[in-house]
């Protein structure tokens, strides 16, 4: 809830500002506004996101990793099963979809799902626990506990991802083959500049839409709960309209993060399955 | 929401975490499925394995228990017919022995008859003899007397 201090319009900047830091005359420096964020340019690091990334990354790589360390042909206990579980339904997908041989694409497949999945839950966490928690420490601090509601996160995956569909469709396809995927169709060779234009488009449109979906789910999610928590904003007025703000705030949070949990897996499960997808065409040979 | 460094910083954390997921995760996790996917099959493959040889060592038991059941009534066949065999011979063998003894015991009797007739005879006769010489001794006919008695002796 916003303190009484500031206005909803300064709650939600707040909450939709990352913690943008960077190096400046020798020393690490933080940005204190939206503005300063913006002055600090390209070589600048959005540390909440990558702290959240980076601890997600880590909860999941640890309960799998320690998983796999005990997996045997024995009665799987309960992590191992549930990992298990996991890995069995990754694997199906790919299968169902990648039809070509390459033993990068479960694992990447498999870290896209559960790391975006885990990023996602963030969003579930109460939007001012940690705000509060690091309020405490410095008031002037960002925190945006959600990394998919960052652009640079999902962009961050999704042109790794592009990366390498270009590198498979070279790999396979040698620069002539991928060239000609991209210039002699749909039109024939004789409509060049156009095949060229419109497969360019629809390569391009690949690692933006991909993450750009991520990102439009996660921050419009973000939003919502936002606006949900200004509603309870004035309840520190014990007032019957104030008391119907709270209780409607209880609720409506409740059902959104409910609703949420469908959100958050289908958004990981999206990804995962074009980027097996995309990556499918890559190592496809046409002609 | 700018868009700056930390977007190549997240795309190294990926393909971090991508590497190690391939490299620690993914394969011992397919590896023991892949494992534990084989013992099932095997354990299957051997459980159907046991059912057949449980089936056909039904069968021969069965088998085996009809050819018993078969010899046992034959035996018991053979057995009656020897028992009823060796009933009849000796009612035979008893009613020989038994032919022999009454042909002895007749014979003996016979003789024993013929003796007693003999000594009877003998007897009979001394005491006619005895009886004459009393007889002859107070009136004496001796030609008639003894023609009587001569009859008499052949009528014994």
């Not at chain 1, 001012?128 to 509601?149: C, E, N, R």
């Not at chain 1, 500049?193 to 497969?199: A, G, Q, R, S």
């Not at chain 1, 999610?221 to 019957?240: D, K, P, Q, R």
Request: aromatic content about 10%; some cysteine.
């Amino acid at each position: 809830m916003a303190s009484e201090s500031i206005t909803s319009s300064e709650y939600i900047k707040h909450h939709l500002q990352n913690l943008t830091c960077t190096l400046q005359e020798g020393h690490f420096h933080c940005a204190h506004s939206a503005a300063e964020a913006k002055e600090m340019g390209f070589w600048a690091l959005n540390v909440d996101t990558l702290v959240m990334s980076f601890l997600t990354g880590v909860i999941f790589l640890f309960f799998f990793y320690r998983a796999a360390r005990k997996a045997s042909t024995g009665v799987p206990s309960g992590l191992v099963n549930f990992v298990e579980w996991v890995i069995e339904f990754i694997d199906n997908s790919v299968r169902g979809s990648f039809t070509g041989r390459n033993p990068l694409v479960a694992p990447l497949a498999l870290t896209i799902f559960a790391w975006i999945w885990l990023i996602n839950l963030m969003d579930l966490v109460p939007i001012d626990f940690v705000g509060q928690l690091i309020a405490l420490y410095d008031p002037h601090m960002y925190w945006k506990l959600v990394p998919s509601t960052d652009p640079n996160a999902t962009f961050g995956l999704s042109l790794s991802v592009f990366v390498l569909v270009v590198y498979y469709s070279i790999k396979m396809k040698g620069p002539g083959g991928f060239f000609a995927e991209l210039a002699y169709q749909p039109f024939g060779k004789f409509a060049a500049p156009i095949n060229l234009f419109l497969e360019g488009v629809s390569l391009l449109s690949k690692p933006v839409s991909l993450s750009l979906r991520l990102f439009g789910n996660m921050y419009a999610g973000e939003m919502i709960f936002i606006l949900i928590a200004l509603m309870g904003g004035a309840w520190a007025t014990a007032s019957v309209g104030s008391v119907t703000l709270f209780g409607s705030q209880i609720l409506l949070s409740l059902g959104w993060a409910i609703f949420h949990i469908l959100i958050i897996t289908l958004q990981a499960f999206i990804f995962m399955t074009l980027t097996i997808v995309y990556l499918d065409m890559a190592h496809q040979e046409h002609h | 929401m700018n868009i700056n460094a930390t977007l190549i910083a997240q795309a190294i954390m990926f393909a971090l975490f991508v590497w190690f997921c391939m490299k620690f995760v993914w394969p011992p996790i397919m590896d023991a499925l892949a494992a534990r996917q084989k013992q099932i099959a095997d354990g299957l493959a051997a459980a159907d394995r046991g059912k057949h040889e449980l089936e056909l060592a039904a069968k021969k038991a069965n088998q085996e228990l009809n050819a018993a059941k078969e010899k046992a009534s034959d035996i018991i066949a053979q057995a009656d017919k020897r028992a009823s065999e060796i009933v009849e011979e000796a009612k035979g063998n008893a009613k020989v022995e038994g032919d022999r003894i009454i042909t002895g015991a007749k014979a003996e009797i016979e003789q024993e008859v013929n003796r007693a007739k003999e000594g009877l005879r003998q007897q009979v006769s001394a005491l006619a003899v005895a009886g004459a010489e009393k007889i002859l001794r107070k009136e004496i006919d001796a030609k008639a007397h003894a023609d009587m008695l001569k009859t008499i002796a052949n009528e014994l």
